[in-house]
T-cell receptor, first 112, second 111 residues
Framework: NAGVTQTPKFQVLKTGQSMTLQCAQD?????MSWYRQDPGMGLRLIHY???????DQGEVPNGYNVSRSTTEDFPLRLLSAAPSQTSVYFC???????????FGQGTRLTVV | TQLLEQSPQFLSIQEGENLTVYCNSS?????LQWYRQEPGEGPVLLVT?????EVKKLKRLTFQFGDARKDSSLHITAAQPGDTGLYLC???????????FGSGTQLTVLP
């Protein structure tokens, strides 16, 4: 049972580089979200989607883009990496807005 | 924006002690979820409380949802080193389509 799969697990970027964090789920969930986790700040929502073709901004969307072309995949793009984007990124999915969220194992990103 | 405040942020106790973690908001939620996160892993759901005043027990963990569905608490009885981890509350539903997470409580239980 794969659940939510995130890749890569670790990444180091130079300032100004771009990259895409991948997220895939095999549970046919409509809701998918991206969070970043920084010390002492819990999980902050970056972007989310309530279904294929529908995305919306969360609490901290600046510097990130998302798309949802299929139910399964929800990639997060960093357009021009900055040191402030050093964080641990989590992707999550759930079947609707009141149900349990299933998380990937996270991507630890360092921007130097 | 719906906000959830968790307290305390850090808690270090001896094995066998009891503890309570609080999760408070000015917003009403349809349900309140509690997650536990271990190092290098994503959060995993412990429990969901839905009804105002609801109390749920999971072995030594007791979860309560406030009558007004704005706050919740997690009480651990006779804590064990295996309870060590980051505990996160999350509000669901209401006017928001996304989960709102609290800032977390880092619990360390010393043997």
């Amino acid at each position: 049972n794969a659940g939510v799969t995130q890749t890569p697990k670790f990444q180091v970027l130079k300032t100004g580089q771009s990259m895409t964090l991948q997220c895939a789920q095999d549970m046919n969930h409509e809701y998918m979200s991206w969070y970043r986790q920084d010390p002492g700040m819990g999980l902050r929502l970056i972007h989310y989607s309530v279904g294929a073709g529908i995305t919306d901004q969360g609490e901290v969307p600046n510097g990130y883009n998302v798309s949802r072309s299929t139910t399964e995949d929800f990639p997060l793009r960093l357009l021009s990496a900055a040191p402030s984007q050093t964080s641990v990124y989590f992707c999550a999915s759930r079947s609707d807005k009141n149900t349990e969220a299933f998380f990937g194992q996270g991507t630890r990103l360092t921007v130097v | 924006t719906q906000l959830l405040e968790q307290s305390p942020q850090f808690l270090s106790i001896q094995e066998g002690e009891n503890l309570t973690v609080y999760c408070n908001s000015s917003s009403v939620f349809s349900s309140l979820q509690w997650y536990r996160q271990e190092p290098g892993e994503g959060p995993v759901l412990l429990v969901t409380v839905v009804t105002g005043g609801e109390v749920k027990k999971l072995k030594r963990l007791t979860f309560q949802f406030g009558d007004a569905r704005k706050d919740s608490s997690l009480h651990i009885t006779a804590a064990q080193p295996g309870d060590t981890g980051l505990y996160l509350c999350a509000g669901a539903g209401g006017s928001a389509r996304q989960l709102t997470f609290g800032s977390g409580t880092q619990l360390t239980v010393l043997p």
